[in-house]
């Protein structure tokens, strides 16, 4: 059986057996700190149409946007007070305003997975990591990271070159396991948090010069093939 936001039924839905999401939010909102926005959800239709639960027909990023109806739910907010706002928006997605408590450094999943071995071998401290559906590696930074990468890459002798590497800040809002982005899939962590990591997740000087290095490599090999 699907679920209905907004009017319409998510006739795609794939039911995982999983904790409700409001158990996952209050987690998010009590125990890392992180403010939380309920987030709409795509399926696709028997012709293969992708439909938003937005209810807007002509959505333009169906599955990868907030609730316009939807509350922000504080950080701090205790599991009593998420299920009561998250009852107001069933089967929402669980998606997290980027440029607060962290920004984030998007890459593809190849380098972030060689980058992240790389770092870990270092002992360079580092934040949660999550992992897109869609090939993608999000690394948690210190906010400001987005404004400040042109400064850094410049910095470390990398703003010549041509890098696969996203930044993510004020404005933006990321899609938190478990849910769906999009139809594409669930998002999961390749790094999950901790109490250690979630509140202050590293500079995000400490992680460039070794992410951006991944990505050209990984830029060249793609290349040459």
Do not use: K, N
């Not at 990271?145 to 041509?162: E, I, K, N, S, V």
Request: charged share 20%; glycine share 14%; aromatic share 6%.
């Amino acid at each position: 059986m699907g679920f209905t936001i907004g009017g319409i039924r998510d006739i795609g839905a794939r039911r995982r057996v999983r904790a409700p999401e409001s158990t996952t939010v209050a987690e998010y909102t009590g125990l890392w700190g992180w403010d939380v926005v309920p987030g709409a959800r795509a399926a696709r239709t028997g012709g293969g149409r992708l439909e938003c639960s937005c209810g807007v027909s002509a959505c333009p990023a169906p599955g990868a946007h907030p609730l316009s109806f939807g509350a922000e739910i504080a950080a701090g907010a205790s599991l009593e007070t998420v299920a009561a706002a998250w009852s107001r928006t069933p089967g929402a997605a669980v998606l997290l305003p980027v440029g607060r408590s962290f920004d984030v450094l998007d890459v593809p999943e190849a380098a972030g997975r060689c980058g992240l071995a790389r770092l870990e071998r270092m002992g360079v401290p580092l934040g949660p990591v999550a992992l897109t559906p869609t090939g993608r590696a999000q690394f948690f930074v210190a906010p400001g990271a987005a404004a400040g990468l042109p400064g850094l890459l410049y910095r470390t002798g990398w703003d010549d070159a041509a890098l696969d590497l996203r930044p993510l800040g004020q404005g933006d809002h990321l899609t938190a396991p478990p849910s769906d982005l999009g139809a594409d899939g669930p998002v999961r962590w390749l790094r999950p948090p901790s109490l250690e990591t979630a509140a202050r997740p590293p500079q995000a000087r400490l992680l460039l010069g070794m992410l951006a290095y991944v990505c050209h490599r990984s830029g060249r090999r793609a290349t040459a093939g």
